[in-house]
């Protein structure tokens, strides 16, 4: 149909404004719902940082129960999601085997732990319900914006205050912690947001500009000022990933080796990456069957994680059936700390029934992410981001703390995951930026 000089013509869009989206109401309503019970987690935890004990154990509860409201409300398990969600309750079930099993196992930890499997299945639900739409991007857009701004201000502020996170023995080095308790919790969070942040951008079909530009190298300083190597490793295979996997064998090739260099004097240069050079020595006179070597004379994270894991294999082998009982790995381990391998911890407190439920809801998770749309460029390269962070992750359970003990951490991963299952919208004309986000 021809459009006159007396008809109106398409409506006038100011220029940067959001394009309308597609999605339900019932969809939107849900999307607020989970955003702004994430939100209210996220600033308990801010609060609780100045002086509030408890604060974000309240506020995880108030958001299981505004979870199971709208669980309640539609009663729909998402496809995607489906897996997930039948590992999460399969876990609470053998851990609640496990605690019966084990009568003399702490109780609140008990609870705490089948809670956080709950809330998990429960939000992952809501989210691939409520969020995987291109309104649902936008708004994961910028509730992740506002966590990076935020974390990033802090992080400088608590550094310049001098009330940054000193570790034993490295009083002369100061680390961000952010909005959270720890440097590394927290600079795995934001390379999360980080990730999800450039996933929204893509499927809401806006181009990179300068305010995505300056958030996106915000989150980068504020990684940096937390001086957790875990996380910076995390960055830098999802970094690596989004190249390699792009463009020409040779294009990758010439990438991959010169990542591998850089990443090779970074470390021999760098004094973070220094106490390594003390793991030689630490292995000579390391004995998986006698753990009494002084390990406090040896200056790294790693020498004693592997004192760790042999000490708690050899612990869950005593009762391999149903564990020593949810949530006992940190009481029962070697340092009092966390396994720092989310296998030998289902292995350690639910026995061989933990680590199966652990294995379906990582399956679970892979499905989500194999159900990741793929017909288009900007799909394939979301695909990418998404898995390369799925990589990472999984590396960071391997080595490090497991996602049970990361609750903002795996909540900005779900909501990256969200975003990426979205079809997105093609991009409008006018919308050439983020620079009016």
């Known amino acids: 149909m021809s459009v006159t000089a007396d008809s109106p013509g398409p409506p006038a869009r100011a220029p940067f404004a959001r394009p309308a989206l597609p999605g339900s109401d019932s969809q939107s309503v849900q999307g607020r719902v989970v955003i702004a019970l994430f939100a209210l987690r996220w600033a308990a935890g801010i609060v609780e940082n100045l002086g509030i004990p408890a604060l974000s154990q309240v506020a995880a509860v108030a958001m ?20 997930f969600v039948a590992g999460a309750l399969a876990w609470v079930v053998s851990g609640s085997l496990s605690f019966a099993a084990n009568p003399a196992a702490d109780a609140q930890t008990t609870l705490a732990l089948l809670l956080l499997l709950t809330l ?19 708004r994961i857009y910028r509730m992740l914006a506002l966590f990076i701004a935020v974390g990033a201000a802090i992080s400088v502020l608590q550094l310049a205050s001098g009330r940054g996170f000193v570790e034993a023995g490295k009083a002369t080095i100061q680390r961000a912690f952010g909005s959270d308790v720890h440097p590394v919790s927290f600079a795995i969070q934001v390379v999360a947001a980080l990730v999800g942040l450039e996933i929204a951008r893509a499927r809401t079909g806006q181009r990179p500009g300068l305010v995505h530009g300056a958030l996106m190298a915000t989150g980068a300083l504020a990684l940096y000022l937390t001086y957790a190597r875990t996380a ?12 390699l996997l792009r463009g020409s064998l040779t294009r990758r090739l010439l990438l991959g080796s010169g990542a591998l260099i850089a990443g090779l004097v970074a470390m021999a240069t ?10 030689p020595v630490f292995l000579e006179n390391f004995s998986p069957s006698d753990l009494v070597f002084d390990w406090r004379y040896i200056d790294n994270s790693v020498s004693w994680r592997i004192v760790n894991w042999t000490y708690g294999f050899n612990q869950a082998l005593e009762q391999p059936v149903f564990g020593f009982g949810p949530g006992q790995s940190a009481l029962s381990s070697y340092f009092n700390l966390e396994m720092h391998n989310i296998f030998l911890e289902a292995l350690f407190e639910g026995g061989i029934f933990g680590l199966l439920t652990l294995l379906l809801t990582l399956a ?7 159900h ?19 990589v990472a992750l999984f590396f960071a359970v391997t080595f490090s703390t497991s996602f049970v003990d990361q609750l903002m951490s795996f909540l900005i991963y779900i909501l990256m995951l969200a975003a990426a299952a979205s079809r997105g919208v093609k991009r409008q004309p006018g919308t050439t930026s983020l620079t009016g986000w």
């Not at 910076?232 to 190249?243: E, N, Q, R």
């Not at 760098?270 to 793991?279: G, H, I, N, V």
Request: with cysteine.
């Open 64 to 83: 299981l129960g505004g979870l199971a409201l709208v669980f309640l409300a539609q009663m729909r398990i998402a496809s995607d999601a489906a897996v």
């Open 120 to 138: 998990y299945a429960l939000f992952a639900n809501a989210c691939m319900n409520g969020l995987a739409t291109p309104r649902g991007a936008w």
């Open 232 to 243: 910076w490793v995390m960055a830098l295979m999802v970094v690596g990933a989004s190249f």
């Open 270 to 279: 760098s004094d973070r990456f220094a106490d390594l050079a003390s793991l």
């Open 364 to 370: 679970g998770l892979v499905r989500m992410h194999r």
């Open 372 to 390: 990741l749309p793929r017909a288009t460029a900007t799909d394939r390269y979301v695909r990418t981001l998404a898995n390369s962070f799925g």
